[in-house]
DNA sequence: GTTAGCACTCTAAGTAGTTGAGTGCTAACA
DNA sequence: TGTTAGCACTCAACTACTTAGAGTGCTAAC
């Protein structure tokens, strides 16, 4: 036995009545629901096929039928391929320009939430394979020294080093020049230890103000460990009873609270991208454990300069799924746009 | 009638036992967990005064008593006098050192809600009245120049600012001198609008850098309005079946999802300190509306040159404020004494 | 002032019956 | 052969009713 048309027309109309209402779906509705102007014995009769093909479920004898999440699989798969037809248009900005980064994606995750009515998530963009653009040291105060580090993107990191003597104009000029010479336009990998102790012999006195700047250039470089998330929505996750009961909502809270479990979710969606830069993460799909009985959709977005982010929203398996893809691509473009200037 | 040394012992009774379990606590339990020797009978009439002196209430007839928030408060009261007596010993360090400050009080969130088993949040600290320290214009690329201001307390701000024309190295330090000799050591305050045009005008060709570096340096002191809080343990509110109804679960994760909510608490409790440093909200004596069903309990902190921060627990009314008076005490003292050094 | 006793109240938990949506199966029909 | 009507069956959800028990307020006695 295989799936036909009619099959799937029914599936999709089960799914949708499943999306809208929640709760499980029966051959009447179906047989009303439908133009195909069968029965509900019919429709009786396709649905047992369905639930032997493992598209649909049946909670318990004598009640509707809900999707699977291959059913889901099979629904979200064929959407794709439509929406991938369309031509979307981008009309109105969501979003008002922000001059900061952190702000911009805050309100970035409230305009996801809002719109969707999901829980949703940002993550910063991280900065991978970056190289080192410009070293400054600024003396702050009599033994304090600032040192002002920025990466390819703009990403400027700072640091205070606490220096034991005061350090005079002339050497802190020197240090300077000697940081910029040897580091500028090196990523991460390329500064390696014989590097490090050259730079140190040539600082002599000074090499422990050296030894702080580096480690705070491998600091700014590698950002993953504490890569920003923003979320927004998490009380949305009221609005749909079958994730709303204690148990549940208290581990999905938790990982939206320790962003770190989120950060997986960004990982996975970096490392395997496909064409579309749409994700779709069905039930146990998804990497993240906590969120087995939900969906998640991503998009991948990207700044100038190859820095990639994350955006994505985590509702129930019956998710509007339609309505998700097209808010993630509206902000996709709009975040990859607005950076390209 | 008024509250004597009997009444107290069963208001107090009362309360204790209602920590523990939650329970409407009736007149045997009292009757047999104190050591009054006093009947059902008795401690039922003295539970009846106390009823109409406003200390405890009964949800439903033939129920036992819960304590009002003015019962909770005359304990918390009491309670405080008493801790303010015993000499806190400092022993063991929960934080461990770390060099970022968000890292250090995101940390301190965490622990917080871990020791206490309540929701807990800790706002960055505020930089009041501060000054200017120290303002460095540097070139990153071609056409764009990286502003580093740092204000009293080490606070760090940078900005980016692109420039139409090429700035050769001599404009740049011109600028530096320019703009370090009018503006540091000035507070928001002192910094006017007749100051910024005779600096715009010295600045000729230009004045459009010094804008740009005066409004980040206005954003950069005044830094109020994007208040950092951190927050932790979101999910212990679902440990209280008081608070897990889906409506106020649901408005309490959106109160701390959106810190600007939060923040009042934060601006309440540095405006009206008292003695201790600790306050706590009962009920409805938060700024707070979503923790109405609550009870709050803050502390502030402050850094060296007087940053000051705020730390804070939200649990329900029945929350254990022993210990959670002990541990914001401790966590108190630790942070005033991490930056003292 | 304290206590024992008793009638009363109210919630929570359990039980039983009812309803209705939905199914699977069978037999008849086009 | 595919479609349909009809029917018996199942099961969750709701309602009504009962019961148990915790707790109270009041009164009378100590």
Chains 1, 2 share one sequence.
Do not use: W
């Not at 050259?198 to 600082?203: D, E, I, P």
């Not at 002599?204 to 929505?233: N, R």
Request: aromatic letters at 6%.
């Amino acid at each position: 036995m295989q799936l036909d048309e009619r099959k799937y027309t029914i599936l999709q109309a089960i799914i949708r009545n499943y999306l809208e209402t929640g709760e499980p779906v029966g051959s009447r509705t179906i047989s009303k629901y439908t133009d195909l102007n069968l029965s509900s014995a019919t429709i009786r009769n396709e649905m047992a096929d369905l639930e032997e093909l493992g598209y649909i479920i049946q909670p318990h004898t004598s009640a509707g039928r809900i999707p699977s999440d291959k059913g889901y699989r099979l629904y979200v798969d064929k959407m794709m391929e439509e929406k991938e037809r369309e031509v979307e248009e981008m009309k109105g900005v969501l979003l008002e320009k922000e001059d900061k980064m952190d702000h911009l994606l805050k309100q970035a995750a409230k305009v996801l939430a809002a719109n969707t009515e999901y829980a949703a998530m940002v993550s910063a963009p991280q900065y991978h394979r970056n190289k080192l653009k410009f070293i400054q040291l600024s003396r702050v105060d009599v033994n304090q020294i600032l040192a002002v580090i920025v990466v390819e993107g703009n990403v400027i990191k700072n640091t205070m080093l606490t220096v034991a003597e005061e350090l005079s104009d002339e050497t802190l000029l020197k240090l300077n020049i000697l940081l910029n010479t040897h580091l500028n336009g090196l990523s991460l990998d390329e500064i390696n230890l014989g590097m490090i102790s050259a730079l140190k012999q040539q600082a002599g006195i000074h090499s422990d103000i050296v030894s702080g700047v580096v480690d705070a250039v491998a600091e700014a470089i590698k950002a993953d460990e504490d890569l920003e998330i923003y979320t927004s929505g998490t009380k949305n996750f009221f609005k749909y009873p079958e994730l709303a009961d204690h148990e549940r909502a208290s581990e999905l809270i938790t990982t939206f609270e320790e962003k770190q479990l989120l950060s997986e979710l960004v990982q996975d969606n970096l490392a395997d991208e496909n064409s579309t830069g749409i994700q779709v993460y069905i039930g146990s799909e998804t990497p993240v454990q906590s969120m087995k009985d939900c969906s998640v959709v991503t998009a991948t977005y990207e700044l100038d300069e190859g820095m990639k982010g994350t955006i994505g929203i985590i509702g129930p398996k019956r998710m509007d799924y339609e309505k998700v893809v097209k808010n993630l691509k509206l902000l996709k473009n709009q975040l990859d746009d607005l950076y390209k200037k």
